[in-house]
């Protein structure tokens, strides 16, 4: 069991930056994928950035070069870092872990930490 608690959310003005923490529990922090996934209102979930157990990454288009995504296995912490904001990152983000043994697969959410960027 994971439990991953987001904070670092916020409202900032358009241009602005922001940094998202999530926190892990447990000792396999260093076995997982993580992911920021953000969810609009009205809106699907989708996936923002992604970064392996071995650290390679991806984005998605609209952030790339904005955000970007690091983990520190010795504090069991992802984060996002986020600049140049635009209205249309608001959204909640969620952190995502996952991993595959075998056939099984573990995934685990956190609860969210709301962005608004507006002026």
């Known amino acids: 069991q994971v439990q991953l608690v987001e904070s670092g959310g916020g409202l900032v003005q358009p241009g602005g930056s922001l940094r998202l923490s999530c926190a892990a529990s447990?000792?396999?922090?260093?076995?997982?994928?993580m992911g920021w996934y953000r969810q609009a209102p009205g809106k699907q979930r989708e996936l923002v950035a992604h970064?392996?157990?071995?650290?390679?990454?991806n984005y998605k288009d609209s952030v790339q070069g904005r955000f970007t995504i690091s983990r520190d296995n010795a504090k069991n912490t992802v984060y996002l870092q986020m600049i140049s904001l635009k209205p249309e990152d608001t959204a909640v983000y969620y952190c995502?872990?996952?991993?595959?043994?075998?056939?099984?697969?573990?995934?685990?959410w956190g609860q969210g930490t709301q962005v608004t960027v507006s002026s």
């Open positions: 447990g000792s396999i922090f260093s076995t997982y994928a």
């Open positions: 995502n872990a996952w991993r595959r043994v075998g056939e099984n697969s573990y995934d685990y």
């Open positions: 970064i392996t157990s071995g650290g390679s990454t």
